[in-house]
T-cell receptor, first 113, second 111 residues
Framework: DADVTQTPRNRITKTGKRIMLECSQT?????MYWYRQDPGLGLQLIYY???????NKGEISDGYSVSRQAQAKFSLSLESAIPNQTALYFC????????????FGPGTRLTVL | DQQVKQNSPSLSVQEGRISILNCDYT??????FLWYKKYPAEGPTFLIS???IKDKNEDGRFTVFLNKSAKHLSLHIVPSQPGDSAVYFC??????????WGAGTKLIIKP
């Protein structure tokens, strides 16, 4: 079983729709992250959470919101999707110790028409 | 402003030879560097890392070298195998939580 799972894996939606991407982990990690990847670019941090009550904006949080429902669950919402939010979205987890190796889910490919 | 740069979008190497992937950075506050490997339709997977207090870290076929004066790191894969064909990302951290990522280099291992 995968340690970090993301649902859905693929989603096509229309401009203006509300979309939620979900992430679950069984690694027992405190920290969770949401990234987006655009073609030819590295991963950009959208939001991160150090624990259930600690949520922080990343580099590109505009147009996104998150919810940390439990230690194991971290969801990303697009309140009103727009075409330039078409991208690959990754959830990741890490421990709170040093090193900061992050463990990634398989990604969600989102297309906004 | 790209703080982490991987200037080669792709690299082709013969099976059995050495693959060398390069990464440059601009922020002298980075204190930890990581390499990730990504196959299509999968998330990135951690490969190897190095702290800024070291200049080399080795793990099996993978070695990462850090040259702080040049703000440059490289990943060496010896010998290269077909399963090494993937996109390799360099990432750097200055704060123990946020990773700044390069754009990736697609490595193709030729038989």
């Amino acid at each position: 079983d995968a340690d970090v799972t993301q649902t859905p894996r693929n989603r096509i939606t229309k401009t203006g729709k509300r979309i939620m991407l979900e992430c679950s982990q069984t690694k027992g990690h405190d920290r969770m992250y949401w990234y987006r990847q655009d073609p030819g670019l590295g991963l950009q941090l959208i939001y991160y959470s150090f624990d259930v009550k600690d949520i922080n904006k990343g580099e590109i949080s505009d147009g996104y919101s998150v919810s940390r429902q439990a230690q194991a669950k971290f969801s990303l919402s697009l309140e009103s999707a727009i075409p330039n939010q078409t991208a690959l979205y990754f959830c990741a987890t890490s421990t709170s110790g040093g090193g900061n190796e992050q463990f990634f889910g398989p990604g969600t490919r989102l297309t906004v028409l | 402003d790209q703080q982490v740069k991987q200037n080669s979008p792709s690299l082709s190497v013969q099976e059995g030879r050495i693959s060398i992937l390069n990464c440059d950075y601009t922020n002298s506050m980075f204190d930890y560097f990581l390499w990730y490997k990504k196959y299509p339709a999968e998330g990135p997977t951690f490969l190897i890392s190095i702290s800024s207090i070291k200049d080399k870290n080795e793990d099996g076929r993978f070695t990462v070298f850090l040259n702080k004066s040049a703000k440059h790191l490289s990943l060496h894969i010896v010998p290269s195998q077909p399963g090494d064909s993937a996109v390799y990302f360099c990432a750097a951290s200055a704060s123990n939580y946020q990773l700044i990522w390069g754009a990736g280099t697609k490595l193709i291992i030729k038989p």
